[in-house]
């Protein structure tokens, strides 16, 4: 049995790496493990969102959002992937900076669980003595939560003590917690070894030194957080210093999974150790009008489509017997990395609740047919009156060369030819209705495949123009205060 490593990295978007983007951010570390030792899934995309259904389905190997949203782990369903492993003799390890998953008890099921507090919200250690500063305004951010009568991203800056340096941020202090890990344990195999670094997750926090690489001429009010709105909020100049904080973030991150993946070469565990390396979600800045990855704003009333700047993921698959600076253009999907690191590693488990992912094994080996011929993304909705509630997440299908949103932003559904239109910026389904009606077929086969409830499918059955109704949908918090 080989050790399985596994490196989530929170809102890192897929064409943040390789120059694939418009406005390129410097990735170096990812690059070169990318070209020179993993194997690339281009088609990797989200299936529950946001942050703990995704990490739920990678967790269990069970599709989640037809059936439930944001919750503790042990609430989802008897699987877990550190038990399952610890059953056929792994030792595990959680090290994270991702303020949720102690929150939604995923440490309970690991032989040892480790934090970094203080990210998004989260407060360790109280100094009120301080004033808070704001450094964001109001309008130019996210309105809640609230905390003392400031938003998030100032309560943020104050909570973690308006830090400068590279070596305090949270990329360097969870990496770094990682490594040390890997000095201390390496020769104890196997081993299963979860790190998650929430950011590049806003607020954007990032040393102000590696912003100005990105955005050099800029001189008014930092953009440290997106509106969860529309991105006419913002001038020009701010949209630009709003990406250049994410972009240096990125980097940030890119350089201490960098340090991550130097420590295995060190320690030379790629003969006898999987390692994946994936993002869950990515965010808007800018696109579709929007700035954000779910619709929280009180001016802001479209629907929200998981579009391929959100739901298409990172995804590298490294060591072992896996081909070095190779890609595969097959369509894959979280519930699918637990059966696939079980094959790669050679490990065989009996989850408690079958599967529902499929193991790529084979095509990261090198064979050439398909994997799936679709994927969908999409957020669990309880919803009163027969419609998805207005401002809701609504799902994305992807097949090999559509992408379909079965509600737009304004409740019709839109098709993009993604083979030359990747971000989904050309809305194609005037005149293919008969494209359209192909696709949304199979998203309700996909729907009825995973059991969904019949309350559930009537949302999607009949859609059509007219007031949404009421209902919840998942965003990061529920509750106006934190």
């Known amino acids: 049995m080989k050790n399985i490593i596994a490196v989530i990295t929170d809102t890192f978007r897929y064409d943040n790496l390789g120059q694939r983007a418009e406005r390129p951010i410097r990735t170096p570390a990812l690059d070169k493990f990318a070209a020179e030792r993993a194997t690339a899934i ?73 934090q970094h507090r203080g990210q998004e919200g989260d407060k360790p250690l109280l100094h009120l003595n301080d004033p808070i500063e704001t450094v964001v305004p109001d309008d130019k951010t996210r309105t809640r939560p609230i905390y003392r009568g400031h938003t998030l991203v100032n309560a943020h800056r104050w909570v973690n003590r308006y830090y400068q340096y590279e070596a305090d941020t949270f ?24 790190v998650d670094l929430f950011d590049p997750h806003e607020p954007w926090d990032p040393p102000e030194y590696l912003v100005r690489r990105y955005d050099p001429d800029y001189t008014g009010t930092p953009m440290l957080h997106p509106n969860y709105g529309p ?13 250049a904080h994410y972009a240096a973030e990125s980097e940030l991150v890119d350089r201490f999974i960098g340090r991550i993946l130097q420590k295995i070469d ?46 298409h993921e990172l995804f590298l698959i490294a060591g072992g017997d896996i081909p070095r600076g190779e ?7 979280p519930i699918d990395i637990l059966p696939t690191l079980c094959n790669l590693a050679g490990v065989t488990v009996e989850p408690p609740k079958p599967f529902d992912g499929i193991s790529f094994a084979d095509a990261v ?30 799902p994305f299908l992807i097949t090999d ?18 083979t030359v239109d990747p971000l989904a910026a050309n809305d194609l389904a005037a005149g293919n209705a008969d494209v359209i009606k192909e696709v949304h077929e199979l998203f309700m086969a996909h729907l009825s495949d995973h059991r969904a409830p019949e309350d559930f499918l009537s949302l999607w059955e009949g859609l059509s123009e007219g007031d949404a109704g009421g209902g919840i949908w998942a965003i990061d918090y529920s509750e106006e205060t934190i």
């Not at 890609?327 to 999907?333: K, N, Y």
């Not at 060369?401 to 993604?418: K, N, S, T």
Request: with cysteine.
């Open 401 to 418: 060369r559509w992408g379909y949103a079965p509600v737009g932003p304004f409740g019709q559904p839109e098709l993009y030819d993604l």
């Open 231 to 243: 991105s006419s909020a913002y001038t020009p100049a701010e949209l630009q210093n709003l990406w």
């Open 327 to 333: 890609s595969r253009d097959v369509i894959a999907q």
């Open 365 to 394: 080996l090198g064979d050439k047919s398909k994997h799936r011929e679709y994927a969908v993304t999409g957020c669990h909705i309880r919803a009163q009156g027969g419609a998805p509630p207005r401002k809701a997440t609504t």
């Open 42 to 114: 281009e088609k990797f995309y989200m299936n529950s969102f946001p942050t703990i259904p995704h990490r739920t389905d990678f967790a269990t190997g069970v599709l989640g959002w037809p059936h439930y949203g944001w919750q503790p782990i042990d609430q989802s369903g008897p699987n877990h992937v550190a038990q399952l492993l610890g059953q056929v003799g792994y030792t595990s390890q959680l090290i994270c900076d991702c303020p949720h998953l102690f929150n939604c008890r995923f440490q309970q099921g690991f032989d040892a669980a480790f």
């Open 266 to 311: 060190d320690l030379e565990l790629w003969e006898d150790t999987i390692v994946a390396v994936m993002s869950d979600h990515g965010m808007s800045l800018g696109e579709h009008g929007r700035t954000g990855k779910s619709n929280i704003h009180e001016q802001d009333n479209r629907y929200w489509p998981a579009y391929p700047e959100v739901g």
């Open 171 to 194: 990329p360097a202090k969870t990496a770094g917690t990682a490594i040390r890990w890997l000095e201390e344990n390496s020769q104890s195999d196997p081993f299963f070894l979860w």
